[in-house]
């Protein structure tokens, strides 16, 4: 059986390939790639032998799966899956599993930090001090008795909600699916848009979540609040968000993800928009986080030999 590694996983190839090798013995034959491609014909080469593929966050549309004939399982070191052809997958009858939970410190962890960035002004006091300046018009915000929104309780936000509690903030939520929590109301989207101080977004990309804070949306935010997505960019409307901005009608932003993978064009209505922070979708990659997923990740591996998978999507 034969395992290609199509893209590096954010953790040093020697330490990577012991671990593989640790937790897979001699039951595959392993061959890794260093590099990260796009071109299709070089993934479908890369693929072409592969009873088993592991990729992170780099896309697979249909032609490459069509393209990898042995192709028997797929391993998405990734939480979502929206970058795989998963049509393709189950026509072909490939198994595909992810690694959901790898992340959930790493990305509330940025949550925070973003946030505290932008309502403590960290950016222009450091710039500030590097100027000779002071604090004058730097003057910021403290996060105890804010009402925190979350949008979406799955694992990274019930973090979220629990962190937003140890700094006192009262905790409001909207989800598909409610978990008994103390300290968490659930309310309407609506409610929540229109009552929180701070809104956090943790929800997948699918059809259902697309567009799901729209213009309409925004417009119900308090002229204070501030607006968080470190989830995927296509569940916010960025042309929306950019213009309320713009317009004073929304205090600012934190945004990680965008409508595609960084670098984004320099064109993007949020690039220039007012009192923002934005990341290149990075709230996954902490060092400790790339461990995790690879772990998880040969753990799939190991329970797909035993004809028992898991994180099966």
Known sequence: MKLVIIEPLGVEKEKLLGMAEDALK???????????????????ERGKDADIILVANNPLNAEVINGCKKLKYLDVAFTGIDHIAMDACRANHVVVSNCAGYSTAAVADLVFGMLISLYRNIAACDQAVRNGGTKDGLIGCELENKKFGVVGTGAIGMRVAQIARAFGC??????????????????????????????????????????????????????????????RGPVLDSQALADALNAGQIAGACIDVFEAEPPIAMDHPLVTAKNTVLTPHVAFASKEAMVKRAVIAFENIVQYQKGTPQNVM
């Open 26 to 44: 001699d039951s595959v034959e392993i061959v890794y790639y260093d590099t990260k491609t796009t071109d299709i014909k070089e993934l479908i």
């Open 170 to 231: 009262e905790v409001l939520a909207y989800s598909r699916t409610r978990k008994a929590a103390d300290g968490i109301k659930y309310v309407s989207l609506e409610e929540l848009m229109g009552e929180s101080d701070i809104i956090s977004l943790h929800v997948p990309s699918n059809a259902e979540t697309k567009g799901m804070i729209s213009r309409e949306k925004i417009a119900l935010m308090k002229p204070s609040a501030v607006l968080i997505n470190l989830a």
